[in-house]
């Protein structure tokens, strides 16, 4: 069946730093890719997504690129700020259920004034 | 705020208990998905309703159970309750259009 492997945290960045968060799938097709991000307290909300290969998708700064020959959908952003501080889960849907929406193991991202 | 309420916010109980969560999706969504969130912060799938029907099941216990009612509000009923379920429950809908899976603010179960 589907399933994502992402990067193992907790990560620790400084303000303005460059932020890499890998994901990588394994998926029968191409099914649509997903970033959830999880602010403290609070539920998951959708950060970003692709529907295709080489599509891709951005938000708040972030971005990801849908890539099959890799079969990867690494989060990246240029200049990270605390207000990123959070944690991000990348996603797709299953094979056999395309309407269960499977994610990664989450990663923590810690943003240091 | 996501349109997607849960209740309650909270709950504490003891070992063998039984509670029930509740959610209510955003208006106009058909579809509901349950998921259980552990302190090291993984995200399993339990179960998802669409329309009222069962469309789709996860690694849900046997002590577990869920519905979806005509009025498309969910609930989640946890029986016989052990110290690891202790966790966060998470309801989401499904957008119609976009696909997009709305959360919940959650429900954090502790079991003592």
């Known amino acids: 069946g589907n399933s994502v492997t992402q990067m193992e945290g907790p990560v620790t960045l400084s303000e303005e730093a460059f932020l890499t968060i890998n994901c990588t799938y394994t998926?029968?097709?191409?099914?649509?890719l997903f970033w959830y991000v999880q602010y403290p307290g609070e539920g998951l909300q959708l950060l970003l997504k692709?529907?295709?290969?080489?599509d891709k998708g951005s938000n708040k700064g972030f971005e990801a690129t849908y890539r099959k020959e890799t079969t990867s959908f690494h989060l990246e952003k240029g200049s990270v700020q605390v207000s990123d501080s959070a944690v991000y889960f990348c996603?797709?849907?299953?094979?056999?259920?395309?309407?269960?929406?499977?994610f990664g193991s989450g990663t923590r991202l810690s943003i240091r004034p | 705020d996501s349109g997607v309420t849960q209740t309650p916010k909270h709950l504490i109980t003891a070992t063998g208990q039984r509670v029930t969560l509740r959610c209510s999706p955003r208006?106009?969504?058909?579809?509901v998905y349950w998921y259980q969130q552990s302190l090291d912060q993984g995200l399993q799938f339990l179960i998802q309703?669409?329309?009222?029907?069962?469309?789709a099941k996860g690694n849900i216990l046997e002590r577990f159970s869920a519905q979806q009612f005509p009025d498309l509000h969910s609930e989640l009923n946890l029986s016989s309750l052990e110290l690891g379920d202790s966790a966060l429950y998470f309801c989401?809908?499904?957008?119609?259009?976009?696909?997009?899976?709305?959360f919940g603010e959650g429900s954090r179960l502790t079991v003592l």
């Open positions: 998926a029968t097709g191409y099914p649509s």
């Open positions: 208006s106009g969504d058909l579809s």
């Open positions: 309703y669409y329309n009222g029907e069962e469309r």
């Open positions: 989401a809908s499904k957008g119609t259009n976009t696909g997009e899976l709305f």
């Open positions: 996603a797709l849907p299953g094979y056999s259920s395309a309407s269960k929406i499977i």
């Open positions: 692709a529907t295709k290969a080489d």
